[in-house]
C-alpha cells in the first residue's frame, strides 16, 4: 500500500524533533538536519527558522507556495498535509488555512483548514 506524502511543518535546521515532524523522520523519511522539501515520502514546509523561532506569516506563505508548486507538477501523488504552523508554531488555523485555497485536488487539507476554506 502506497501512503500519500506525508506533508508536515518543520524547521529551518531540519531538527525532527517533536510532532509532525518526529513522525515524518520516524516513519516517513525525513531527513534529520533537512528543514525544507521532499524527503522521503514526507514533504517539510518550513514555519520556524534555524533558530526554532516561528517564521512570520509571509515567510510560511512563501514556502506554502513553494509546496504548492511542488504538488501540481507532481499530480501522479497525494500530498497528506498536516495544519502546519498551527502546532508548534503557534498559529492559528484561520491564519494558515488560507494560503492553501488555491491548492491543487491532489492536496488533502486537514480537517482544520477544510472548515475554514469552505465556509
Same mark, same amino acid.
Do not use: W
Given at each position: 500500500?502506497?501512503?500519500?506524502?506525508?506533508?508536515?511543518?518543520?524547521?529551518?535546521?531540519?531538527?525532527?524533533?517533536?510532532?509532525? &515532524?518526529?513522525?515524518? %523522520?520516524?516513519?516517513?523519511?525525513?531527513?534529520?538536519?533537512? $528543514?525544507? +522539501?521532499?524527503? !522521503?515520502?514526507?514533504?517539510?514546509?518550513?514555519?520556524?527558522?534555524?533558530?526554532?523561532?516561528?517564521?512570520?506569516?509571509?515567510?510560511?506563505?512563501?514556502?506554502?507556495?513553494?509546496?504548492?508548486?511542488? &504538488?501540481?507538477?507532481? %499530480?501522479?501523488?497525494?500530498?497528506?498535509?498536516?495544519?502546519? $504552523?498551527? +502546532?508548534?508554531? !503557534?498559529?492559528?488555523?484561520?491564519?494558515?488555512?488560507?494560503?492553501?485555497?488555491?491548492?491543487?485536488?491532489?492536496?488533502?487539507?486537514?480537517?482544520?483548514?477544510?472548515?475554514?476554506?469552505?465556509?
Amino acid at each position: 500500500m502506497k501512503y500519500p506524502v506525508f506533508v508536515f511543518g518543520s524547521n529551518l535546521a531540519g531538527r525532527h524533533g517533536k510532532g509532525a &515532524a518526529l513522525f515524518a %523522520r520516524q516513519h516517513r523519511g525525513a531527513v534529520y538536519g533537512r $528543514g525544507q +522539501g521532499r524527503q !522521503g515520502n514526507s514533504y517539510a514546509i518550513p514555519t520556524k527558522d534555524e533558530n526554532l523561532m516561528t517564521l512570520p506569516l509571509s515567510a510560511i506563505e512563501y514556502q506554502v507556495e513553494v509546496f504548492l508548486t511542488h &504538488a501540481d507538477n507532481h %499530480r501522479d501523488e497525494q500530498f497528506q498535509l498536516t495544519p502546519i $504552523g498551527c +502546532g508548534l508554531a !503557534g498559529y492559528r488555523p484561520e491564519q494558515i488555512a488560507p494560503m492553501f485555497y488555491c491548492a491543487p485536488d491532489n492536496v488533502i487539507l486537514p480537517d482544520e483548514f477544510k472548515a475554514i476554506i469552505s465556509s
